[in-house]
């Protein structure tokens, strides 16, 4: 089975800290992604990476940076953490485009508490 | 962003009712994918649909993607308290350099009650 492993599941920042949230698949995905989820709004793209090295802003960018610098293992970088940025993060993989039928595999998510 | 609307955002229902969700866009899809999410983990793909006109299948599930490929819904007939979630739809991008990245509806909370 493939598994994208989000390694906190809850966390509690103060504000201003700097965040790290570490995904890991092991299904060898050229694609990873970064969604935050917020009710009402469903899932919206913050980052994504299509190889190492690469990536492309998604629909909200502000306030996040991401790494990539293994195949498997897509990082997000809250540089200074804001309450706005309280929420459900999801980390996601593919080998393909979804227009082709390829199926993207969600982690289980990360919540983040900024106080 | 091309938006996708998705209604309603909440359905409440008794054991063995139907019910419909719908999934609308003013512009053309290349494919549609809908997926269900359970409290505490993520979304799983429940089906892609790429084709107008399209039905597909999967048990109590029906998922219809329509002809000018603009609009879709997920049918449950007979649901059951197992069929309680978060039911998300998603389109794919265009090809070229989408890289399988997904715009998804708000989603629809889907609570079954015994």
């Known amino acids: 089975d493939v598994k994208v492993t989000q390694s906190s599941r809850y966390l509690v920042k103060r504000t201003g800290e700097k965040v790290f949230l570490e995904c890991v698949q092991d299904?060898?995905?050229?694609?990873m992604f970064w969604y935050r989820q917020d009710p009402g709004l469903g899932l919206r793209l913050i980052y994504f990476?299509?190889?190492?090295?690469?990536?492309e802003k998604g629909d909200i960018p502000e306030g996040y940076s991401v790494s990539r610098e293994k195949k498997e293992r897509f990082s997000l970088i809250l540089e200074s953490a804001s309450t706005n940025q309280t929420s459900m993060y999801l980390c996601?993989?593919?080998?393909?485009?979804?227009?082709?039928?390829?199926?993207?595999?969600f982690g289980e998510g990360s919540w983040l508490t900024v106080v | 962003t091309q938006l996708l609307e998705q209604s309603p955002q909440f359905l409440s229902i008794q054991e063995g009712e139907n019910l419909t969700v719908y999934c609308n866009s003013s512009?053309?899809?290349?494919?549609l994918q809908w997926y269900r999410q359970e409290p505490g983990e993520g979304p799983v793909l429940l089906v892609t649909?790429?084709?107008?006109?399209e039905v597909k299948k999967l048990k109590r599930l029906t998922f219809q993607f329509g002809d000018a490929r603009k609009d879709s819904s997920l049918h449950i007939t007979a649901a059951q308290p197992g069929d309680t979630g978060l039911y998300l739809c998603?389109?794919?991008?265009?090809?070229?350099?989408?890289?399988?990245?997904?715009?998804f509806g708000q989603g629809t909370i889907l609570t079954v009650h015994p």
């Open positions: 996601a993989s593919s080998l393909g485009q979804a227009s082709s039928g390829n199926t993207i595999y």
């Open positions: 299904m060898d995905h050229e694609n």
């Open positions: 990476s299509y190889d190492v090295k690469m990536k």
């Open positions: 512009s053309v899809f290349s494919s």
């Open positions: 649909v790429v084709t107008g006109g």
């Open positions: 998603a389109r794919g991008g265009a090809g070229g350099t989408s890289y399988g990245k997904l715009t």
